[in-house]
């Protein structure tokens, strides 16, 4: 990431307030479906496709990760409702990790799980409980499960974890936690129904708009979709979406793996028929949601006959069997050129440029990081703060040295503080560079001091016009100590050198 013009100028001047986020060397990607439905797909992803995606991320200097969250949640985790929380976690990790492409959605015939929220807002259900009292629907069992939580900003009516009312939901005893389960989901079952009538009595009495409804109807799939793809600034630059249309299969819903391919429910005679509501749910996510965020090249369609007493997609069906290597192959094509795209805008502009601005976003960052979480030594910040106004008239370079855990942190918040004690901007040329950092960026002095010479010389002019080859300055010190001399003095800092020592004590020496 080349910086220039006035955010580069900021940076130099100790302004850290809108850094740009440090280039990733990961390409971490979250892949969202339900799960039963497409085993097959992401079996054969995981054995033929992610492989070579590896090895070709390798081969250009990257990792490659896939987040695959059907391996399973601990039993702790859902007992305490975290589930659809780490999901929504793990893809915004994605984005922000991963180089090029962070999701993959795989939609087919159902729309899946459809859990009521953990977390309600106090307003939502005030509205739900007014909405209650007025049209005589009971819920005393939303009162029993959910407690308001006032350590919550702002304040929530959580969901009790399911050990609180079915202590045996985790033990080892298979019986007990087998009648704790089925119990747990018969509750389950209870309060589902319960929000989706009070939202809707809400929505119908105006006290709820639709869209502000929706979340008590949501699937977990959608939710994944929101927080991936629309969530996305950049959606048609790091998100895909696969939708495969099973053809036939709402015609045999007495096929004992149907219901893991389409949304049923019980009628009232207990024979399987469709869930109209879910259906109408995934109809307008895939042909209308996904569609106005991500663009076609980035939405592809399958269609595939439902094999009457089947078991869903079968591999040895020729048919299924061609599906799933078209599918394969795009899904290789697709993430590789989002991978390519992404290495194609990184090397935009020269090498020297880009060497030079990501090394002073990389030392910023990690000061950015360290003077975060700084607080306290008030007093050796008031002697440098002291100590560098009052020789403003002189240029020079502050070292701090320390042993390890000594505090020299410091240095991060002194980098952080100096635009404030010089008066606002561009009043001092800040260069800040810690030299414990791993490589690439753990260079020797001559390096450094070689860097920063060129680094400031960037003052007012475009770092084009002065980075030629980074690599010209990592010389042997003798060689770097030319170049310093040859700086003119308003641009060099060494001459004029203080070293701040921290001590074992805690105390501190300016030398």
Known sequence: MALAGDGFQAILCGDYSSLPPPESNTVRIFLSSTFGDFVQERNKLTREVFPPLRAYCQQQGLEFEVVDMRWGVRDEAISYHLTSELCIQEILNC????????????????YGYRPFPAKVSVPDFGILLETALSNQIDVALLNRWYRRDDNAVPPVFQLQPITVRFPNYNSRDSALRQ?????????FTLLQQLFWKLAKVAVRGGAMSPDHAHKYFMSVTEDEVVSGIFNDPDPNSHCLCYMREMEGVHDHLSDKVAGRYTDVCSSDTGTPVIDTEAQALLRDLKSKKIPSRLSAANIRTYSLPWLPHGSGIEPENIGHAQY?????????ADLKGLIDRALAARSTGSSATKQLSDEILHHASFCVSKYES???REDILARIASYLTSNRSKPFVIYIYGAPGYGKSVMAKTAASVKEWFGGPFKVKLLNRALSLNPPYKWSFGQVAGSNCITLRCKDRPTSSIVHDLSEVFL?????????????R??????????????????????
């Open 490 to 511: 308003d641009e060099v800092m060494v001459r004029n050198s203080s070293r701040i020592t921290i001590n074992k004590n805690g105390s501190i020496t300016i030398a």
């Open 476 to 488: 042997p010190q003798i060689t770097t100590f030319k170049i310093i001399e040859s700086v003119t």
């Open 95 to 110: 984005q922000k990790l991963s180089m090029g492409p962070a999701f993959v959605a795989f939609l087919g015939n159902r």
């Open 324 to 332: 799933l290597d078209r599918f394969c192959s795009h899904v290789f």
């Open 374 to 376: 700084f607080h306290g």
């Open 179 to 187: 009648k704790d389960r089925e119990d747990w989901w018969q509750t």
